[in-house]
């Protein structure tokens, strides 16, 4: 009986040991989230509070001159939301049909040869990416449209692309092969065809899974910084074609914070802010869409 009681006295220990494990790993993962936001918010926030500065001529300026005190973050806004929009124009129906590819319509050798391209794809450093951009893509550019530089919205665009879809893909494949088989049965039994199937019955029952592979898409986009920063150009200026060479929101960020202090540094804290909440949003509407398909 001794034996017995000390074994489930242990066991007791040890469960209660693992419990507070457990609770301190989720804890200290809460409590960073909330030191990262408390900090970004507090140096973004603080020159707009404490020091007087129009939050809306910051958001609208056009202008961008650290040294004459002018904070204008609108060419940076427009560049990532052009940069994302058009990536995902083509980023995104080349992911999903890939995705419906490897799930539905390959077979299982080739299935696994991309599926293992695509892995290797998602393990690629961003700086390689942009050094690819900057080796191929900017003379290619400047090739094909005759322009004495490459680096531009453009080639943003088709890094980005390419950036995205390995997420795009990964997660859309998930969503599809966790469909059930029934379904597509009870379609084939009616007497669809294969493809028909695919697109009318597969594809709509995975819709949420595929939302929520765009919208992570687009946060890897909005989010992405060194590969961006070899193949923008740089120019903080609103673009006013897709060949203009533009400065992106983590672009910003990056190349200044080094050497920034005082306001220009707060201001660019003040960018992340803004990041920060393009993410935030996309966040919301991934959950809206989400327990939308739900009901």
Do not use: C
Request: hydrophobic share 55%; charged share 10%.
């Amino acid at each position: 009986m001794l034996n017995v009681k000390k074994n489930n006295n242990s066991k007791y220990v040890i469960e209660n040991v693992s419990k507070a494990i457990f609770f301190g790993s989720a804890l200290i993962a809460v409590i960073s989230l909330l030191l990262i936001i408390g900090f970004v918010f507090f140096k973004g926030l603080n020159p707009f509070i404490s020091k007087g500065y129009s939050f809306k001529n910051f958001i609208f300026g056009s202008v961008w001159v650290p040294g004459s005190d002018k904070f204008g973050v609108l060419p940076m806004v427009l560049a990532s939301i052009f940069g994302t929009l058009g990536s995902l124009v083509i980023g995104v129906p080349i992911g999903i049909l890939t995705a419906i590819f490897i799930a539905e319509i390959a077979p299982k050798k080739v299935g696994k040869i991309i599926s293992g391209a695509v892995e290797l794809l998602a393990g690629i450093p961003s700086v390689l990416y942009g050094v690819f951009g900057l080796a191929v893509v900017v003379p290619w550019i400047m090739n094909t449209f005759n322009l004495p530089k490459g680096q531009s919205l453009l080639a943003i665009i088709i890094v980005l692309s390419v950036m995205m879809l390995p997420t795009i893909i990964t997660v859309s494949e998930t969503a599809i092969r966790s469909v059930p088989k029934s379904y597509k049965e009870g379609s084939l039994a009616l007497g669809a065809s294969h493809i028909e199937t695919t697109f009318k019955v597969v594809v709509p029952a995975a819709r949420s899974g595929i939302l929520a592979a765009v919208v992570l898409g687009i946060g890897r986009a909005i989010g992405e910084t060194m590969a961006i920063i070899l193949v923008a150009g740089n120019s903080a200026i609103i673009p006013k074609s897709i060949m203009d060479s533009v400065r992106p929101l983590t672009t910003n960020i990056a190349l200044e914070m080094g050497y920034a202090f005082g306001t220009h540094q707060e201001m660019l804290f003040a960018t992340g802010v803004i990041l920060f909440l393009f993410i935030l949003l996309l966040n919301l509407i991934l959950s809206k869409l989400s327990n939308k398909e739900g009901k």
